[in-house]
C-alpha cells in the first residue's frame, strides 16, 4: 500500500520540538498516518481528504490546496508530537521505561511527560480550533468540504456538528 504523508519529516521538525536527529522510522511514519486520518480526514472530510492526498501524491496541489495544506500543518505537526511523544520521551527496556540518556538508561519521569503532553496536545487543539475557523471563513474554495458532510464532526461526533465551533469565529486569523 502506497501511503502519502500529509506533512514532510522537515515541516513536521520544524513546527515541533521533535528533534531534528530524529530519524523517521515505521513506527513515526504510522503515527503519522494515523494522526492525518484521525485528525485531518475527519474534519476536511473523505471527498477533500481524497482530492488532497491524490494531488500531493501527483504533485499537482491547486492553489486553493496549497493554502489548504498551509493551514492544517500546524495542527497536525502538534498531534502527531502528541501521539509520539511517549515512544520519543522513553525506551521499554526490561526492568521499566528508562530516559536512554546513557548506555544504562534512568527511570522516565511521569511528571515531565505528562506536562509535555499535555503542552503538545493544547497547542494541537488550538491549532485545530484555528483550523476549523479557517475552513469556515474559506468554504467557498472547497466545494467538496461541508461541516455536514456525514463524516461527523471530530469534537462531538454528530452529524451535523452541534457543539457550534464551526460557529465560533471569535478567534478567525486571516
Not at 485531518?40 to 495544506?69: F, H, S, W
Not at 536512554?100 to 538508561?105: D, K, T
Not at 491549532?127 to 469534537?155: A, H, M, R, T
Amino acid at each position: 500500500m502506497n501511503i502519502v504523508s500529509l506533512i514532510t519529516e522537515n515541516e513536521l521538525k520544524s513546527l515541533t520540538s521533535i528533534s531534528t536527529n530524529n530519524t523517521i522510522t515505521s513506527p513515526l511514519r504510522q503515527i503519522m498516518y494515523q494522526c492525518q486520518l484521525q485528525y485531518v480526514k475527519t474534519l476536511i472530510c473523505e471527498d477533500l481528504y481524497n482530492e488532497l492526498v491524490t494531488q500531493i501524491g501527483t504533485n499537482t496541489l491547486t492553489p486553493a490546496n496549497v493554502l489548504l495544506r498551509e493551514a492544517y500543518l500546524p495542527m497536525l505537526a502538534w498531534y502527531i508530537y502528541y501521539e509520539w511523544l511517549p515512544f520519543d520521551y522513553a525506551k521499554a527496556r526490561e526492568q521499566s521505561l528508562v530516559n536512554q540518556e546513557s548506555p544504562y538508561g534512568s527511570p522516565v519521569s511521569d511528571t515531565t511527560l505528562t506536562y509535555m503532553r499535555g503542552q503538545g496536545k493544547s497547542f494541537a487543539e488550538r491549532s485545530e480550533i484555528e483550523f476549523k475557523k479557517w475552513l469556515l471563513v474559506n468554504q467557498d474554495n472547497y466545494p467538496l468540504w461541508s461541516p455536514d458532510c456525514g463524516c461527523g464532526c471530530s469534537v462531538c461526533g454528530n452529524t451535523p456538528c452541534r457543539c457550534n465551533i464551526y460557529n465560533d469565529t471569535t478567534f478567525i486569523t486571516i
